[in-house]
């Protein structure tokens, strides 16, 4: 029998699809290398996250996985800037894997004059240099791989440091037990990658995502933006059903897009029907339909499996279009031309 990931290898030149199947591992070596930064409990009464990319979406990713188990709120920042309501008791984490993201070195520089305290993750660059010059804890993060494939380190530092200000439990053995459920899966996860691209095909998509599951929606529309090179589109339930849902009725004249709910048991009978009634509703205006739920005992395993099924999906669609997935050449282009830090 072929391996369901032989098409990705013909066509990923830089290894980035080793680099996701190590995701297993990457949950484990976070915790560790969270540990060696030696940070102690910093007690906040919110935490921001700033990031940008695949650097960003670690806190959006743990806010979901924790759920109702938060304790205080975890903000997003992916600007130039913290939010209004930022304040200097607020603990702030700024990620950036290269180290050298602008919008993050503006939002480590504006929690600085805030007054608030400031962790860092990164492989190194301006981001940490300034974090030395600044006496800021530096979480450590290893080079050489896509800053998009390093989704389960900006996961883990998010859920550790959330845990030091007190805005969550901390899931330590979840994440643990999160990367043992992946390797137990990984083989099965491939296999339906490839069977969902064969059914959705290598056109432009719209991702649903509902609860647990709308981070995870975003990932998914994102790794198919940079590794396939094409436009896709993500919303969330039940808001899509008071907007976006209308749009279908000309989408099969207009342009050819699959569309795909991303489910979760977590989600309550009314969302799981309102879930199932849209997709009928625009069955016969989308190019394709599929309904789409993993397995896990917790959050952060269903989490991460649906993660890891994405981003294997995206590269699966890189290979039927012949695309190296790893190259991001507009976005290095428009970095040269602003000006790198």
Known sequence: MSD??????????AGQLETVLAMPDHLRDVLWRVESARLTPQPAPALIACGMGGSGIGGELARAAIGRRLQGPIRSARSYALPPEARPEDLILCSSY???TEETLA???AAGELGAKRIVATTGGALEAAAREAGAPVIGLPSGMQPR????YMFGAACEVAA???????????????AAHLEDRREAIAARSLELVERLGEGAAVIYGCDLTVPVAYRW????????????FWHELPEADHNELVAWEGAGEAVSLAAVFLLDRDQSDRERRRIELTAKLIGDRARAVELIEV???????????AVLLGDLVSLQIAARRGIDPSPVELIERLKDELGRP
């Open 164 to 178: 030091l200000a007190g805005v969550a439990p901390r899931l330590r053995e979840e994440i643990e037990a999160a």
């Open 221 to 232: 529309k994102t790794q198919i933006n940079e590794n396939c090179k094409i436009p896709a």
């Open 149 to 152: 494939a390093a989704v389960g």
């Open 4 to 13: 369901p990931l032989d098409p990705i290898r013909a066509v990923d030149a």
């Open 295 to 305: 397995e896990g005992e917790t959050r952060t395993a269903r989490l991460f499996e």
């Open 98 to 100: 290269s180290g050298s």
């Open 107 to 109: 939002c480590f520089e």
